[in-house]
């Protein structure tokens, strides 16, 4: 057993290493001795574990700080910039890359159309010269780079990284987008929806704080929900969970991409304001294709049928989240996603309808707010998890359970 001992001591000496590494980054600036008092490691070993940490750069000295009698003690701060991290938003029609420092600030961000309807092949191929173009804006190497996560408009296997039949992302269903970037870029790949990565961003940098059950809303091309449920993102049993857009709110409504017909998504996204206002008042079309900028900027300065469709897609989302409310209580729901830029006009007729049809008791301490993240929610969650996943430390008492498949064999419990 001599071989476990030393195993489980380089694993205790790593925990213990994160432990510290998490205490300098969250307290912002410490001394030694303070990191030996809060972590009540001996004052030998935290010694060792922070001459490994400026060793490694992740940690530096700055100047000393108040005595409490004998020597000034020198201050140990978090070096942001040891490293860097990618977060991707890949959207039906536009794709953001930003590269951000170890403190989720951004560094550089590169933004282009896309055309996810292109299928897999060249999407990927898309993903990872813009991810090229990003480290070159920025004059970094790919060897400064710690983790890339990235964000997809549909749902997908969290287990495998794989889109299941997105209805918005025609030719994508089962591509091992995860695999796939790995090999290309050579570097650790997250993949997740991109509203869970929304929420993620949100809870922990924008709107979300201040909450412990958080849903975050995408209102753009499609209608995604990410949920963050007692501190913790829920992606259901297969990581599916969230797609409020296919909630049938009209029994008799247009058919919808997913299948099923009357979908909040047919009523509410971008693409069904976008057809309305385009026929109701073909003056709106007239320098082209119709965007819903241009219809948020028609709002704005006055337009009546354009603030007619944002406070008509407003209360047929807080029809939606009616649900959501009575159902999970949660302390604030952010708006973010193209849509939401639309502000009160959208958020006004959305908060009414939830505050009138709600349960009081389940709506009287929910906020409804619009994302503070903006256009980077999406980006920043993708960087948020690569964090976490870096500075979680090893994870000695939940170990992650194995996916398993549902087949015929596995639910026989003799073969
Ligand atoms: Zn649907």
């Excluded at 408009?153 to 918005?168: N, R, V």
């Excluded at 059950?213 to 992606?235: D, P, S």
Aim: net charge negative.
């Amino acid at each position: 057993m001599a071989g476990n001992t030393s195993a489980d001591l380089s694993l205790m000496r790593e925990f213990n290493e994160s432990l510290v590494l998490n205490l300098i980054r969250q307290t912002g600036r410490i001394s030694r001795t303070d990191i030996a008092s809060h972590t009540h490691l001996s004052r030998s070993t935290v010694s060792s574990i922070v001459n490994d940490l400026l060793a490694a750069n992740l940690v530096c000295e700055v100047g000393t700080g108040h005595s409490r009698g004998g020597r000034r003690p020198i201050m140990i701060e978090f070096n942001g910039q040891a490293g860097y991290v990618i977060g991707v938003d890949l959207g039906a029609t536009h794709l953001m890359v930003l590269l951000s420092d170890l403190e989720a600030q951004a560094v550089v961000r590169v933004a282009s159309p896309f055309v996810v309807e292109e299928g897999p092949k060249l999407g990927l191929e898309r993903i990872a010269q813009a991810i090229e173009q990003a480290l070159q804006e920025a004059g970094l190497g790919m060897e400064r780079i710690f983790g890339v996560g990235i964000g997809v408009p549909g749902p997908l296997d969290f287990a495998t990284g794989k889109p299941i039949f997105p209805p918005i992302m025609p030719g994508w269903h089962d591509t091992p987008i995860r695999e796939r970037l790995r090999e290309r870029l050579n570097k650790p790949v997250y993949l997740d929806n991109d509203a869970n990565l929304g929420a993620i961003g949100e809870y922990w940098w924008g709107g979300g704080r201040g909450a412990r059950n958080v849903a975050f809303i995408k209102v753009g091309t499609g209608i995604g929900c990410g949920l963050i449920i007692e501190g913790q993102i829920y992606r259901g049993e297969i990581g599916s969970a969230g797609e409020i857009g296919h909630t049938v709110i009209d029994e008799d409504g247009p058919p919808c991409r997913c299948g099923s017909a009357g979908c909040l998504e047919t009523l509410a996204a971008a693409p069904a304001i976008l057809h309305v206002a385009a026929e109701a008042d073909p003056a709106l079309a007239s320098n082209g294709k119709l965007t819903i900028l241009d219809l948020i900027e028609a709002a704005q300065d006055g337009h009546l049928l354009s603030r007619r469709l944002f406070a008509q897609a407003g209360r047929r989302i807080g029809t939606a989240l009616t649900s959501l409310v009575n159902l999970l209580n949660p302390g604030i729901i952010v708006i973010g996603g193209g849509v939401a830029r639309a502000g009160p006009f959208l958020l006004d007729p959305l908060r009414e309808t939830v505050q009138q049809r709600a349960l009081p008791v389940a709506v009287q301490g929910t906020r409804i707010v619009e994302s503070q993240l903006g256009a980077d929610a999406i980006a920043i969650g993708a960087v948020t998890t690569v964090l976490r996943e870096l500075f979680s430390g090893p994870d000695l008492a939940v170990p992650t359970r194995p996916h398993v498949a549902v087949s015929q064999e596995s639910l026989n419990p003799m073969s």
